[in-house]
């Protein structure tokens, strides 16, 4: 297929679309003429999300917590009988948490994982039938700069973003031949409130945890709408893989170079 991916008239379901990327992706999205379901377990944000939006396309608003098997299982019934089917799944929810692997409990890890990998996996499950019945569909699945390299103090959030890469890249090679095509996008350092509202395990001493989020947020740079742009150039596109900002580009090419020894090359400027 030589033309861009035909967004007008399609319908969108974006998670995390409170704020952040999710919101400006599904701004791009309407942009566009994609009608959309947007989903978040903030209500008040999906208003103003859907506020912004206008009214051009039809929105529709679902509180949803991605990390709740039982409501995932019944979202695609309702986004169907909503919008009558789905063309795009935009997994893009996700939570952070800090500390190093003796520091983080088991129950914190399995958290992360139940929103950040099983949220995809299920919403990919749940949606998987409706985005076949599609003339054209895609599964964006949202991984991070952390599922192309992998810091010390990041290793849940890390692993579950190498998860969400890895299922995307494998199940790409299984719908081949499909009219459902897989974009994996890796976000670098985008500005939104992840630093703020990513948990800390509570072993974690306050001033060093402090001092983390600084670095941290000193690194999201990037204004969350170049991003939405971006990551809908690349489903326009059908790219497999979007790269958002440039130290994402740098991971990119440093961790192909130096597989093993990158972080020697970056740790310096990320810490």
């Not at 990327?21 to 208003?47: F, H, K, P, T, Y």
């Not at 608003?61 to 019944?74: F, N, P, S, T, Y």
């Not at 919008?83 to 983080?104: M, T």
């Not at 076949?132 to 964006?140: G, K, N, P």
Request: aromatic content about 6%.
């Amino acid at each position: 297929m030589s033309r861009d991916f035909a967004f007008a008239g399609k319908t969108a379901v974006v998670t995390g679309a409170a704020s952040g990327i999710g919101r400006a992706v599904s701004r791009s999205l309407a942009m566009r003429g994609c009608n959309l379901a947007i989903a978040d377990l903030n209500e008040a944000g999906l208003e103003e999300t859907a506020a912004l939006i206008g009214n051009g396309v039809r929105v529709t608003r679902h509180r949803l917590d991605v990390g709740d098997r039982e409501a995932v299982a019944a979202f695609p019934d309702i986004v169907a009988g909503a919008h009558g089917g789905v063309d795009i799944l935009v997994n893009n929810a996700g939570v952070a948490l800090g500390g190093a692997f003796e520091q983080v409990s088991e129950a914190d890890f399995e958290w992360l994982f139940g929103i950040n990998f099983w949220g995809v996996v299920r919403m990919t499950r749940g949606f998987l039938p409706l985005l076949r019945q599609s003339s054209e569909a895609r599964l964006v699945n949202l991984s991070s700069l952390f599922g192309l390299i992998a810091p010390p103090g990041q290793v849940a959030y890390s692993a579950s973003k190498f998860a969400v890469r890895g299922f995307s890249e494998a199940l790409r090679k299984e719908l081949v031949g499909s009219r459902v095509g897989v974009t994996v996008v890796h976000p670098g350092g985008v500005a939104t409130a992840i630093a703020t509202s990513a948990r800390t395990s509570r072993t974690v001493d306050p001033a060093e945890e402090a001092r983390h989020r600084e670095r941290f947020k000193k690194l999201l740079k990037l204004p969350p709408e170049q991003a939405g742009e971006t990551i809908v150039d690349g489903i326009a596109r059908r790219r497999d893989r979007v790269l958002v900002g440039s130290d994402a580009k740098f991971a990119s090419l440093i961790e192909r170079i130096a597989p093993v020894a990158y972080w020697k090359l970056i740790g310096r400027s990320a810490s």
